[in-house]
């Protein structure tokens, strides 16, 4: 199998992710898409809500697709969790799957600044997908890249791995963005699932 990781803070989930994790299955052949929610972090960042409050969220988000699953690895750790262990761990659970990271270029340009950012980027094969304000060719600039192919749709990284790089049909949301729409009054819908909506305003979540 073909399995897609797409892991995210997911704080909250929306038609930006979603609609990544759907154009990278059916453009890269994926037979499923893990979502992975980060767990909690030991100094809780400003605005990050509950891991389990994001866990259900997403999957409320995801219920009505089969080739969408949700995992709970991050979120059951107490420990911080970092990406590089994570996939380790996916890789233990999957041994016979090609494994692919799902993220944005915003994502990938950051993976310098993570843990262990040369191990994981000799750990798994990626997908990179175009963000609105971002450029997706800056990927050029990212020290992990070698070369590019001539359509510029895939790279090498010197870990060997490869790199593929997608168009998606822009959506300019940010999970930042609905935060500061919910603490301002104002309107969410058509940016995420309306259950997620829902779900939002039942439990009283990114008030003021
Ligand atoms: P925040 O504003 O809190 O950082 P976010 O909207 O960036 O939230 P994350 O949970 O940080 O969401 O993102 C998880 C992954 O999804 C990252 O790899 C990110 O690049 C990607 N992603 C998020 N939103 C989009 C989008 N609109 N289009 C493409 N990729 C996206
Ligand atoms: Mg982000």
């Known amino acids: 199998m073909k399995l897609g990781i797409l892991g995210g803070t997911f704080n909250p ?3 930006g992710h979603l609609r990544a994790a759907e154009e990278a299955r059916f453009r890269v052949n994926l037979d499923k898409v893990i979502f992975m929610p980060s767990g909690n972090p030991p100094l809780k960042a400003l605005d990050l809500i509950d891991a389990s409050h994001r866990y259900t969220m997403t999957r409320l988000a995801t219920a009505s697709n089969v080739n969408f699953v949700v995992s709970d690895i991050e979120i059951r750790q107490t420990e911080k969790s970092y990406t590089a262990n994570t996939l380790q761990r996916l890789r233990e659970i999957y041994p016979e799957d090609e ?3 799902i993220l944005g270029i915003d994502a990938f340009l950051d993976i310098p600044n993570w843990w262990q950012p040369e191990a994981l980027i000799s750990m798994i094969d990626f997908i990179v997908v175009a963000r609105p304000g971002f450029d997706l060719m800056d990927i050029l600039k990212s020290p992990y890249v070698q070369s590019a192919d001539s359509e510029l749709n895939q790279f090498q990284l010197k ?11 822009p959506l300019g949301v940010s999970s930042t963005d609905i935060r500061r729409l ?3 009054g104002k309107s969410i819908k058509y940016l995420l699932p309306e259950k ?11 008030h003021p």
Do not use: C, P
């Not at 870990?159 to 049909?169: C, I, P």
């Open 13 to 15: 989930v929306h038609f």
């Open 182 to 184: 919910l603490r301002e």
């Open 196 to 206: 997620v909506e829902e779900y939002i305003y039942t439990h009283n979540l990114y």
């Open 99 to 101: 494994l692919f990271f």
């Open 159 to 169: 870990s060997g791995r490869k790199a593929f790089v997608l168009q998606m049909t």
